[in-house]
Nanobody, 127 residues
Framework: QVQLVESGGGLVQAGGSLRLSCAASGRTVNSYPMGWFRQAPGNERDFVAA????????YLADSVKGRFTISREKGKMTVYLQMNSLKPEDTAVYYCAAKVTFKGSSYYTEEYEYNYWGQGTQVTVSS
């Protein structure tokens, strides 16, 4: 089992920044690929960012490219989402996710590919 806990959400004005953290515990002997997703009220959960187990490769959704950055401590299970130039449309509950896999060096962008999820942290951007 892997437990994921997000933190760092809150209320911020448009143009501001927030840094989300996702701390993992439990079966974390290995470093797993991880990702961030978000869900706004009435919407489906959407992909935001992904990172490989090594942290060397990242991938961002088009809607956040140039504004968000995903990172992790090398070989570790703590993942961050730095969010700059926030817009009201970024308002959502943000979830981190981990894919338990012992091989490969890929990142993953689909919900179904992830095994474990955090409880989510609310991000609200006021205009």
């Amino acid at each position: 089992q892997v437990q994921l806990v997000e933190s760092g959400g809150g209320l911020v004005q448009a143009g501001g920044s927030l840094r989300l953290s996702c701390a993992a515990s439990g079966r974390t002997v290995n470093s797993y690929p991880m990702g961030w997703f978000r869900q706004a009220p009435g919407n489906e959960r959407d992909f935001v960012a992904a990172i490989t187990r090594s942290g060397d490769v990242t991938y961002l959704a088009d809607s956040v490219k140039g504004r968000f950055t995903i990172s992790r401590e090398k070989g570790k299970m703590t993942v961050y989402l730095q969010m700059n130039s926030l817009k009201p449309e970024d308002t959502a509950v943000y979830y981190c996710a981990a894919k338990v896999t012992f091989k490969g060096s890929s990142y993953y962008t689909e919900e179904y590919e992830y095994n474990y999820w955090g409880q989510g942290t609310q991000v609200t951007v006021s205009s």
